[in-house]
T-cell receptor, first 116, second 115 residues
Framework: DSGVTQTPKHLITATGQRVTLRCSPR?????VYWYQQSLDQGLQFLIQ???????AKGNILERFSAQQFPDLHSELNLSSLELGDSALYFC???????????????FGEGSRLTVL | AQTVTQSQPEMSVQEAETVTLSCTYD???????LFWYKQPPSRQMILVIR??????QNATENRFSVNFQKAAKSFSLKISDSQLGDTAMYFC????????????FGEGTQLTVNP
């Protein structure tokens, strides 16, 4: 158990809909990262938050947004869903301060999104 | 931009034998970190081993060891005495100090350990 909690574990929805994925980082971790893993592909970095502020952005679509709340949990919002958005969405947290890349990332179990 | 390349999409090995997974990376940074993550069928991402670029000594964790060649920008993973539970997708990953632990992943190598 990594200590990172993601909900829901599975989600099936239709094209055009909007969903919210939730992540609770490990206790004490200030950094949260979101990654997307499409079928049989590697993990693509979407966005990083550190202590409530956006720290870095990757290849995140404009239809997607995220935020980190004062209690450090994070939500990834996916809107106007398309078939190609079907993927496993991972949240990870890190013990490292946002400006130091010395720590490993601790991954949640992922949220599997299926868009029909 | 940093890139990570895993040139072996699939590999197989017999139980108890040794296998080496390859990884190369490209960066202009001098201080960085390299990782191997394992993703079994459960899809959980599990850290296998980590290497700091400033350390010349290769990292080892039980049956797992790396061959880190900084000049060649190569970071291979050796699994000794392979076990059935080692069957998984293995991802090489990279982060730099200035990116705040953000990892860049390779495309992965699917390793199958055969009985």
């Amino acid at each position: 158990d990594s200590g990172v909690t993601q909900t829901p574990k599975h989600l099936i929805t239709a094209t055009g809909q909007r969903v919210t994925l939730r992540c609770s980082p490990r206790s004490g971790d200030l950094s949260v990262y979101w990654y997307q893993q499409s079928l049989d592909q590697g993990l693509q970095f979407l966005i990083q938050y550190y202590n409530g502020e956006e720290r870095a952005k990757g290849n995140i679509l404009e239809r997607f947004s995220a935020q980190q709340f004062p209690d450090l949990h994070s939500e990834l919002n996916l809107s106007s869903l398309e078939l190609g958005d079907s993927a496993l969405y991972f949240c990870a947290s890190s013990a490292s301060p946002g400006t130091s890349g010395t720590g490993e990332l601790f991954f949640g179990e992922g949220s599997r999104l299926t868009v029909l | 931009a940093q890139t990570v390349t895993q040139s072996q999409p699939e590999m197989s090995v017999q139980e108890a034998e040794t296998v080496t997974l390859s990884c190369t990376y490209d960066t202009s940074e001098n201080n960085y970190y390299l990782f191997w993550y394992k993703q079994p069928p459960s899809r959980q991402m599990i850290l296998v081993i980590r290497q700091e670029a400033y350390k010349q000594q290769n990292a080892t964790e039980n049956r797992f060891s790396v061959n880190f060649q900084k000049a060649a920008k190569s970071f291979s993973l050796k699994i000794s005495d392979s076990q059935l539970g080692d069957t998984a997708m293995y991802f090489c990953a990279f982060s730099v100090e200035t990116s705040g632990s953000r990892l860049t992943f390779g495309e992965g190598t699917q390793l199958t350990v055969n009985p």
